[in-house]
């Protein structure tokens, strides 16, 4: 995926679990915020990175509430503030 990405202009591909739903990059973590929200993909097949959970620590203590849902990927780059964390 990596590769592919990079092939094509890209720094990083979005994995995709089996249900088409976000799940993360090729080497990150990945979330949105919207509206003091922080939504987080839902999948059993990402890593429960160190760096994630220190970033969504931080956010809660900011007031940020934080969502795990499952999110088409449709859905997911309609938020203007998508970011991505190192694993």
């Known amino acids: 995926a990596g590769k592919f990405a990079k092939h094509h202009g890209g720094d990083e591909a ?4 089996p ?4 799940s993360e990059t090729n ?3 990945i979330f949105a915020i919207k509206d ?3 939504i987080v993909p839902r999948s059993v ?5 160190v760096t994630i959970k220190s970033v969504l620590t931080i956010l ?12 088409s990927k ?8 998508i970011i991505v964390t190192n694993a």
């Open 27 to 29: 080497t990150a973590s």
């Open 74 to 81: 449709e859905k997911f780059y309609l938020y203007s503030d």
């Open 36 to 38: 003091h929200s922080v």
């Open 60 to 71: 809660s203590n900011k007031g940020y509430g934080v969502c795990k849902k499952s999110i």
């Open 45 to 49: 097949n990402a890593l429960d990175g």
């Open 19 to 22: 249900d088409m739903t976000i």
């Open 14 to 17: 979005i994995i995709l679990n």
